[in-house]
Protein backbone atom coordinates (compact mmCIF):
# COMPACT_ATOMS: atom_id res chain seq x y z
CA UNK A 1 0.00 0.00 0.00
CA UNK A 2 2.72 2.71 1.12
CA UNK A 3 4.75 1.61 -2.00
CA UNK A 4 1.87 2.04 -4.49
CA UNK A 5 0.62 5.44 -2.63
CA UNK A 6 3.87 7.09 -3.00
CA UNK A 7 4.31 6.04 -6.60
CA UNK A 8 0.95 7.44 -7.32
CA UNK A 9 1.32 10.65 -5.03
CA UNK A 10 4.91 11.28 -6.05
CA UNK A 11 6.77 9.25 -9.10
CA UNK A 12 4.29 9.50 -11.74
CA UNK A 13 1.93 6.80 -11.53
CA UNK A 14 -1.10 6.86 -12.79
CA UNK A 15 -2.61 3.72 -11.84
CA UNK A 16 -1.90 0.60 -9.78
CA UNK A 17 -3.22 -2.70 -10.40
CA UNK A 18 -3.03 -5.49 -7.34
CA UNK A 19 -3.49 -9.05 -8.61
CA UNK A 20 -3.77 -11.79 -6.24
CA UNK A 21 -4.16 -15.54 -6.52
CA UNK A 22 -8.14 -16.01 -5.30
CA UNK A 23 -10.57 -13.86 -4.08
CA UNK A 24 -10.95 -14.54 -0.16
CA UNK A 25 -7.41 -12.52 -0.06
CA UNK A 26 -8.75 -9.66 -1.76
CA UNK A 27 -10.62 -8.53 1.38
CA UNK A 28 -7.28 -7.50 3.20
CA UNK A 29 -7.02 -4.77 0.24
CA UNK A 30 -9.96 -3.22 1.90
CA UNK A 31 -9.19 0.70 2.84
CA UNK A 32 -6.55 1.48 5.07
CA UNK A 33 -6.42 4.26 7.63
CA UNK A 34 -2.23 4.93 7.16
CA UNK A 35 -2.41 8.86 7.94
CA UNK A 36 -3.24 8.20 11.86
CA UNK A 37 0.10 6.77 11.86
CA UNK A 38 1.71 9.22 9.70
CA UNK A 39 1.37 8.46 6.40
CA UNK A 40 0.37 11.38 4.09
CA UNK A 41 -2.82 10.10 2.68
CA UNK A 42 -4.93 6.22 3.53
CA UNK A 43 -5.47 3.44 1.21
CA UNK A 44 -8.83 3.84 -0.14
CA UNK A 45 -10.10 1.51 -3.25
CA UNK A 46 -13.73 2.44 -4.56
CA UNK A 47 -15.65 -0.78 -4.19
CA UNK A 48 -16.38 -1.45 -7.28
CA UNK A 49 -12.81 -1.69 -8.16
CA UNK A 50 -11.95 -4.25 -5.70
CA UNK A 51 -13.17 -7.44 -7.93
CA UNK A 52 -12.37 -9.76 -5.23
CA UNK A 53 -15.32 -8.52 -3.05
CA UNK A 54 -18.08 -7.03 -5.16
CA UNK A 55 -21.17 -8.41 -6.61
CA UNK A 56 -22.08 -7.47 -9.66
CA UNK A 57 -24.19 -8.14 -12.88
CA UNK A 58 -20.76 -6.53 -14.84
CA UNK A 59 -18.56 -8.69 -15.62
CA UNK A 60 -15.05 -8.33 -14.17
CA UNK A 61 -13.52 -8.16 -18.12
CA UNK A 62 -15.87 -4.90 -18.60
CA UNK A 63 -14.83 -3.39 -15.29
CA UNK A 64 -11.04 -3.96 -15.33
CA UNK A 65 -11.40 -2.25 -18.95
CA UNK A 66 -13.82 0.50 -17.57
CA UNK A 67 -10.83 1.48 -15.24
CA UNK A 68 -8.15 2.77 -17.79
CA UNK A 69 -10.80 4.78 -19.29
CA UNK A 70 -11.55 7.03 -15.55
CA UNK A 71 -9.65 8.63 -13.51
CA UNK A 72 -9.49 6.13 -10.35
CA UNK A 73 -6.36 5.18 -9.15
CA UNK A 74 -6.80 1.53 -7.87
CA UNK A 75 -7.66 -1.78 -8.71
CA UNK A 76 -7.79 -5.15 -7.11
CA UNK A 77 -8.64 -8.32 -8.96
CA UNK A 78 -7.08 -11.74 -9.16
CA UNK A 79 -4.38 -13.28 -11.45
CA UNK A 80 -6.99 -14.64 -13.70
CA UNK A 81 -9.04 -11.38 -13.92
CA UNK A 82 -5.47 -9.59 -15.12
CA UNK A 83 -4.79 -12.50 -17.07
CA UNK A 84 -7.68 -11.98 -19.21
CA UNK A 85 -8.00 -8.26 -19.18
CA UNK A 86 -4.54 -7.85 -20.35
CA UNK A 87 -5.35 -9.74 -23.45
CA UNK A 88 -8.36 -7.72 -24.34
CA UNK A 89 -6.73 -4.26 -23.40
CA UNK A 90 -4.06 -2.32 -25.42
CA UNK A 91 -0.57 -2.97 -23.58
CA UNK A 92 0.15 0.87 -24.24
CA UNK A 93 -3.12 1.41 -21.72
CA UNK A 94 -0.36 -0.52 -18.70
CA UNK A 95 2.02 2.51 -19.27
CA UNK A 96 2.37 4.48 -16.09
CA UNK A 97 0.97 1.80 -14.33
CA UNK A 98 2.23 -0.19 -11.06
CA UNK A 99 1.12 -3.88 -11.23
CA UNK A 100 1.92 -5.31 -7.65
CA UNK A 101 1.35 -9.18 -8.01
CA UNK A 102 1.12 -11.08 -4.83
CA UNK A 103 4.37 -12.11 -3.01
CA UNK A 104 6.76 -8.97 -4.51
CA UNK A 105 6.59 -7.91 -1.08
CA UNK A 106 8.05 -10.76 -0.05
CA UNK A 107 11.00 -9.73 -2.11
CA UNK A 108 10.76 -6.12 -2.44
CA UNK A 109 10.19 -5.64 1.52
CA UNK A 110 12.17 -8.68 2.18
CA UNK A 111 9.36 -9.87 4.39
CA UNK A 112 8.90 -13.85 5.62
CA UNK A 113 11.15 -16.25 5.29
CA UNK A 114 12.94 -17.70 1.73
CA UNK A 115 12.10 -21.07 1.00
CA UNK A 116 12.12 -22.69 -2.65
CA UNK A 117 11.91 -25.90 -1.48
CA UNK A 118 15.00 -26.81 -2.56
CA UNK A 119 18.68 -26.89 -1.34
CA UNK A 120 18.99 -23.47 -3.47
CA UNK A 121 19.28 -20.48 -1.49
CA UNK A 122 17.40 -17.55 -2.59
CA UNK A 123 19.56 -15.08 -0.99
CA UNK A 124 22.81 -15.53 -0.65
CA UNK A 125 24.28 -14.91 3.00
CA UNK A 126 26.19 -11.96 2.30
CA UNK A 127 23.47 -10.72 0.20
CA UNK A 128 21.14 -10.78 3.02
CA UNK A 129 23.79 -9.39 5.64
CA UNK A 130 22.80 -5.90 3.78
CA UNK A 131 19.54 -6.21 5.06
CA UNK A 132 18.11 -4.19 8.16
CA UNK A 133 16.59 -7.33 10.19
CA UNK A 134 13.14 -6.08 12.05
CA UNK A 135 11.56 -7.76 15.24
CA UNK A 136 8.30 -7.82 15.34
Known amino acids: MFVALDKLLHQGIKKVIVAIPEKSIGGSFGDADLSSFGFECDWAVSDE ?35 TAFETIDEKKFNDTLVAIDEFHHIFAMTGSYFRGDSHPILLPETEELSTTMSS
Open 49 to 83: YNLCTIESSKMKGDIFREFFENDKKIIICTHSTLR
